[in-house]
């Protein structure tokens, strides 16, 4: 195992680097006996001062996250921390860090650590203490289509369950009214609109996983238009076939209707 963490008294990159993934280290090894499998995102956080700001971005590789996330994984895996294979790393410069995040005296930085298993959702992360398991937000951006909105903001645990599909208000096949949150418009401006189904799909909050499901409905399977979910890890494409069984959407993931229309979901 190489050493991240050698003293460097100096205020420089290097110093910088090690102080980072010191105090992530510190705060990965909480995640013992088994929590580490709950982690879904790391979110770090550097407010540094204007003339620092150029050692920060250097010490981070400049913001690519990619490298930043290998050395934070070798740690995890350094010391047995049994992490998930598709946990994210966020990196955010900011003014002032954020309140309720993990903080270190060492550097002008700060972590949040977004939990995604129903054991992070238990009650133990109290107020301020930097871990979120049903508190977090999550956006869902149209990427391709033409919905009423460019973006819905879904809410962990106060978000029950948002019904998509062609035209805002329609009537059910069994003769119900049905009301489609995230609504695309049959218009005639928007040719594409008219693949999507007026019951094509559904998210819902499922509080035993902490995470958004969705849900193909009648409209979005076979023989019916198609609904897919794109992976962001290795982009593999996940086809719903069933009504009753739901997808838990992860960091990035894209929700394809009908090869018409793709929504990004992403969690803030």
């Known amino acids: 195992m190489f050493d ?20 992530i280290k510190e ?22 001062a204007e003339e620092e ?13 990619d490298r930043l996330r290998s050395d934070i994984q070798r740690i995890a895996d350094n010391f047995a921390l049994d992490l998930p294979g598709d946990w994210q790393l966020k990196l955010q410069f900011e003014d002032e860090l954020p309140a309720g995040i993990l903080r270190t005296n060492e550097i002008k930085a700060g972590l949040k650590l977004i939990m995604s298993a129903a054991q992070a959702a238990s009650g133990s992360e109290a107020a301020g203490s930097g871990y979120a398991a049903a508190t977090f ?54 040719e ?40 962001a890890q290795d982009e593999s494409v996940n086809k719903l076939n069933s009504t009753v069984v739901g997808y838990p959407l992860k960091d990035r993931d894209q929700v394809i209707l009908g090869d018409a229309a793709i929504l990004e979901f992403t969690i803030s």
């Open 137 to 190: 937000n999550a956006t869902l951006k149209i990427l391709k289509g033409k919905a009423e909105k460019d973006e819905y903001v879904l809410k962990a645990g106060e978000t029950k369950r948002l019904n998509i599909g062609r035209e805002a208000q329609i009537q059910a096949n069994d003769g119900s009214m049905r009301i489609n949150h995230i609504a695309f418009p049959e218009n005639p401006a928007y």
């Open 4 to 23: 991240f963490f050698k003293k460097n008294s100096k205020l420089d990159a290097k110093g910088i680097r090690d102080a980072v993934l010191q105090f």
């Open 192 to 231: 594409s609109n008219k693949y999507i189904s007026r019951q094509h799909a559904h998210i819902e909050w499922d509080a035993a996983s902490a995470s958004f499901k969705l849900y193909a409905d009648e409209g979005g399977v076979p023989p019916g238009n198609k609904t897919k979910i794109r992976n």
């Open 53 to 65: 700001k150029f050692l920060y971005e250097a010490a981070l590789y400049n913001g690519d996250t």
């Open 27 to 48: 705060e990965l090894q909480q995640l013992d006996g088994g929590e580490g499998t709950s982690l879904q995102t790391i979110s770090l956080f550097v407010s540094p």
